[in-house]
Every structure is written in C-alpha cells, then in structure tokens.
C-alpha cells in the first residue's frame, strides 16, 4: 500500500517560517522525484516545487521562489518544505505528490503524480 503523509501545517502569522513533512511508506522512494502542491480555497491546485529523486536539482514556483526549501532524506524516505516569510497568500492545503519511478522531466501537472498525501492545512494572518 502507497501512502504518502503530510505533516506539518499550522496557524501562523505572516513573516513565521514553518517546516512541512511527507512521509512516506509503500513505494521506492529513492526513485521518484516528490513534489509539494496547494489549494487555496476557491482556487485551482498550484505546483510549488518539486525534487528531483536523489535531490540534485530543486524547481519553484515564483510565488515561493527565495522563501520556500524543498529538500528530501531518503534514508526517512521523508521530503520537506521549508517555508520562510510565510504570506498571507501562501494560505492553503499543502499536498505532497510522488512521480512514477526514473521520470527524467520536470512536470508541474497533476496527472504526472499518481501518488498523493492527504494535505496539511496552512493558514496564515496578519
């Protein structure tokens, strides 16, 4: 059984940093590289970032660009987003997405992760 969980949200005040989790259990975690999406509410799915499968390359949106880490130990088989100058923009559900094994292409498109967390709720004010 795939399960991928995420972890990590809260309430915060704009400018706070927070760390979110995924764990995950089931599939071949060293293979695949991991993503991070949100949803606002009323909003479509926004692609944050994703890691490439051993973490040599890392990709942004540039609405989190500078502020936003994504990183991965796959030892834990666990990747994070580290998100700094939290914005009231930032304000969603936080998903982690895993891609199929040996993918050599960027994607930012939710058809191209099968395998998905349940979300962790961001929610930030002024």
């Known amino acids: 059984e795939v399960q991928l969980q995420a972890s990590g949200g809260g309430l915060m005040q704009a400018g706070d940093s927070l760390r979110l989790s995924c764990a995950s259990s089931?599939?071949?975690?060293?293979?695949?590289?991991m993503a991070w999406f949100r949803q606002a509410p009323g909003k479509e799915l926004e692609w944050v970032s994703t890691?490439?499968?051993?973490?040599?390359?890392?990709y942004y949106a540039d609405s989190v660009k500078d502020r936003f880490t994504i990183s991965r130990d796959n030892a834990k088989n666990t990747v994070y987003l580290q998100m700094n100058d939290l914005k009231l923009e930032d304000t969603a559900v936080y998903y982690c997405g895993a891609r199929n094994k040996y993918t050599t292409n960027l994607s930012t498109r939710r058809r191209d992760y099968p395998y998905w967390g349940q979300g962790t709720q961001v929610t930030v004010s002024s």
């Open positions: 890691i490439t499968s051993g973490g040599e390359r890392t």
């Open positions: 089931g599939l071949t975690f060293n293979s695949r590289a």
